[in-house]
């Protein structure tokens, strides 16, 4: 529903809608009998409001059939205004994505026990963290908890040992900052004993391998997201032990990093990793290649500087729909070779001065592709080529 246009008693032309299960309500004014009437629907599931207040949250107790309350963006939402919750134990999920609201109102979620998912990534860029150790005790106490999404947080290590008994915890991200504590290796070591978690995202880190150690203990894991410059190849290779692992996101600076292209070899014989995007350190010329033959089931990759023998360690990657690499790349026609046997992609960027007319040949056969991007150095006559591919949406060039 549009913005500025809605008022309580257009709301009320609503309350017909008895199946009605998930609406947004961009309602500024005084909540009256029009909105007490939209949100006492008896199916009415989820209720978006950006621009709700604490009025407006105070009349969601009729709301008997609520499960889900999502406050994205909204910046009116006091702190004070979260002690209307408690008229709501039976949420299941709410999000405070992108709102002001700080450790002073995280003591108005203890009523919600039966809280399932929690979006706390609040604003984005503020002076210090606005959620500390503080809070920490509070989420501890919520145990129906599946989904927790965490700004950067205040001693994160300590953060990480107080939700460490969430026993239902599946998904997690928690980000740090220096000023108030890093994400280290204690932190992860307390992480490590929640055996649920399936999804997870780190940021703001400081681990070493003995970290990585610790992630290789959550036997559910199917999604990791992190980065530190101090982890190096080993660090990669305990990762092997996640045999549910699908997605892997791994990272560290181009110049401080210690992770090498070639360490991505460690996972070579991973049974289920389909998803790899891979950014070590810059390798140099006469550095070990990349060889991930090892991935035969591997279906996207992406790293940010490859070179005409690492193309050839993906030659066996024939279910590879998605391959992604930097820019000025040290990558020529004969790397381009390497690709022609990839007929399954539907996505592909590569940009390098040293690919010509006669690279583009080899992508002739890819009758999937669909978005594609080139950097080379290509003629008219050359770039005709691409004609053949008929099922291009996308091209940039």
């Not at 709102?99 to 002076?127: C, F, H, I, W």
Request: a neutral charge.
């Amino acid at each position: 529903m549009g913005i500025m246009k809605w008022t309580d008693a257009g709301l009320l032309h609503l309350a017909r809608l008895k199946t009605l299960e998930e609406i947004a309500i961009p309602l500024r004014g005084n909540p009256g009998k029009g909105f007490d009437a939209v949100v006492r629907l008896p199916n009415l599931k989820l209720i978006t409001g950006f621009t709700f207040r604490g009025e407006h949250l105070d009349h969601l107790k009729g709301a008997k059939a609520l499960r889900g309350l999502c406050l994205d963006s909204n910046e009116f939402i006091r702190n004070e205004d979260l002690v209307h919750l408690a008229n709501l134990p039976q949420l299941e999920y709410l999000d405070f994505f992108h709102t002001n609201v700080t450790d002073a109102g995280m003591k108005y979620l203890r009523p919600l026990k039966s809280l399932r998912r929690l979006n706390l990534n609040v604003n984005q860029m503020p002076e210090k963290v606005t959620i500390t150790i503080a809070s920490a005790d509070v989420f501890s106490e919520l145990k129906s908890l599946e989904w927790l999404q965490l700004p950067n947080v205040g001693s994160a290590d300590e953060f990480l040992e107080k939700i460490s008994v969430l026993p239902n915890l599946k998904i997690l991200s928690i980000g740090a900052r220096s000023d108030a504590g890093l994400i280290s290796d204690s932190g992860l070591l307390h992480l490590s004993r929640l055996k649920n978690l399936t999804r997870l995202t780190l940021t703001g880190t400081e681990m070493t391998d003995k970290g990585m150690e610790s992630l290789s203990q959550l036997p559910e894991l199917s999604w990791l997201h992190t980065g530190c410059d101090s982890i190096t190849d080993e660090g990669v290779a305990k990762l092997a032990a996640l045999k549910k692992l699908e997605h892997l996101h791994l990272s560290c600076s181009r110049k401080r990093g210690k992770l090498t292209l070639s360490g991505a070899n460690r996972l070579n014989g991973h049974p289920t990793l389909t998803s790899l995007w891979y950014l070590p350190k810059t390798p140099t010329r006469d550095e070990k290649p990349l060889d991930l033959s090892g991935l035969p089931q591997l279906e996207v990759f992406s790293t940010p500087y490859l070179r005409d023998r690492d193309l050839a360690g993906l030659s066996q990657c024939k279910k590879l729909r998605s391959l992604e690499f930097g820019y000025d790349l040290d990558v020529t026609d004969e790397g381009m070779a390497s690709l022609a046997d990839l007929t399954s992609l539907e996505t592909l960027a590569v940009r390098a001065r040293g690919i010509t007319d006669a690279g583009l040949d080899h992508l002739r056969n890819h009758k999937y592709l669909l978005f594609l991007t080139l950097q080379g150095n290509f003629t008219d006559a050359g770039l005709r080529q691409l004609e053949q591919i008929k099922s291009l949406d996308s091209l940039n060039i």
